[in-house]
């Protein structure tokens, strides 16, 4: 019998490879013959350059409130690999409560950027998600300087939503602390935004799918000549993790909260698709679950363990969870 876990992060406890082994460890507890195969999934957002491969290069660039931090990135003799996240993340601001929604600055990913084509990476992998910004980018094209535009497809943007650039604001700022008169205010922002990157680059970003990621940083990039995919497709083709699929008897996802954004353009949708697909069983093992997406394939570590553990030991209580879900499944995996 063959199993392939497939998690995505659990936001905040446990990493997308920290929560895959807590599966796998109740799989073959389970079922002590079977083949795991383990494949740490992202899409796009914090978790992406863990999934391709891991940091092997460290840099100060500007954080998004001003202050420098050291940001990992990857960089090979294929591509290079950057997380929005880890140069302009809002975990880096403090969270919401001390973001700065107007301030706040993609300028450090535009200097993670400049860095690998400088030292000529042949592709370059740009993750978006987990962000603090709302800046259109402005501060990544300031940092680009006259690097900008792309070749063509040398800079790929991975994305975990369809949002255009001119819904940016109305979409995401509220997350990153923005209030009804501040979402107003960078809404107008962008406009101004869209209109230069427009007269610069000759691309009106405005109404084009997948450029509202990262607060417009994905627009302004794409103005530029980057490519925008499917955030989630993009790092499981990667991973081979559809050939993995096709020849499973079960697939185990999940993530920290699992409910209906997860199966559009999140990971663990794309895990259940590409399961569903190949006819192949699919379970989904999450932090919390809403209730539009609860069913029998579905368990939370909540229910599983009580809000308490599930916080205070996040990779036991993913293992009990686990160990539930295969428990209602008897010797045998379901037809």
Same mark, same amino acid.
């Given at each position: ?6 998690? +995505? ?16 460890? $109740? ?49 090979? $003799? ?11 993340? !809002? ?12 301030? $706040?600055?993609?300028? /450090? ?10 030292? /000529? ?13 709302? +800046? ?58 869209? +209109? ?42 990667? !991973? ?15 993530? &920290? ?39 029998? &394939? ?7 363990? &009580? ?24 010797? /045998?995996?379901?037809?």
């Amino acid at each position: 019998m063959r199993v392939v876990v497939a998690p +995505d992060k659990f936001k905040g406890t446990l990493s997308a490879r920290e929560a895959a082994e807590a599966m796998a460890l $109740a799989v073959r507890d389970r079922w002590p013959g079977a083949q795991v195969e383990v494949v740490p999934i992202a899409d796009g957002g914090d978790g992406t350059l863990d999934a391709l491969g891991g940091a092997n290069r460290d840099d100060e660039v500007t954080g998004p409130l001003g202050a420098p931090v050291r940001a990992p990135w990857r960089l090979d $003799a294929e591509r290079a690999v950057i997380e929005s996240a880890a140069a302009s993340g !809002l975990v880096l601001a403090g969270g919401a409560a001390l973001n700065d929604p107007w301030a $706040a600055t993609s300028r /450090g990913v535009g200097e993670l950027l400049a860095l690998a084509l400088d030292a /000529g990476a042949p592709r370059i992998i740009v993750g978006m998600g987990g962000s603090a910004m709302t +800046d259109g980018g402005r501060g990544a094209l300031e940092a680009l300087g006259d690097r900008v535009p792309f070749e063509p497809g040398r800079v790929v943007v991975l994305t975990d939503t369809t949002a255009a650039f001119g819904d940016a604001a109305r979409v995401f700022a509220p997350q990153k602390g923005a209030d009804a008169a501040m979402v107003r205010r960078l809404s107008a922002r962008l406009e101004t935004d869209a +209109d230069e990157w427009a007269a610069r680059f000759g691309r009106d970003v405005r109404r084009v799918p997948r450029t509202g990621a990262a607060g417009g940083l994905s627009g302004a990039l794409c103005a530029a000549g980057a490519e925008l995919v499917d955030g989630a497709a993009a790092v499981a083709d990667a !991973l081979g993790l559809e050939t993995a699929i096709a020849g499973a008897d079960l697939v185990v996802t999940g993530e &920290g909260a699992f409910d209906e954004t997860s199966l559009s353009g999140k990971g663990p949708g794309h895990v259940l698709a590409l399961a569903a697909a190949h006819g192949v069983p699919a379970a989904v093992v999450a932090g919390v679950i809403h209730p539009d997406v609860a069913g029998e &394939g579905v368990v939370s570590l909540v229910d599983a363990v &009580g809000v308490e553990r599930a916080r205070n030991e996040p990779a036991a209580a993913v293992r009990i969870a686990t160990a539930a879900m295969l428990e209602r499944w008897g010797d /045998g995996i379901p037809s």
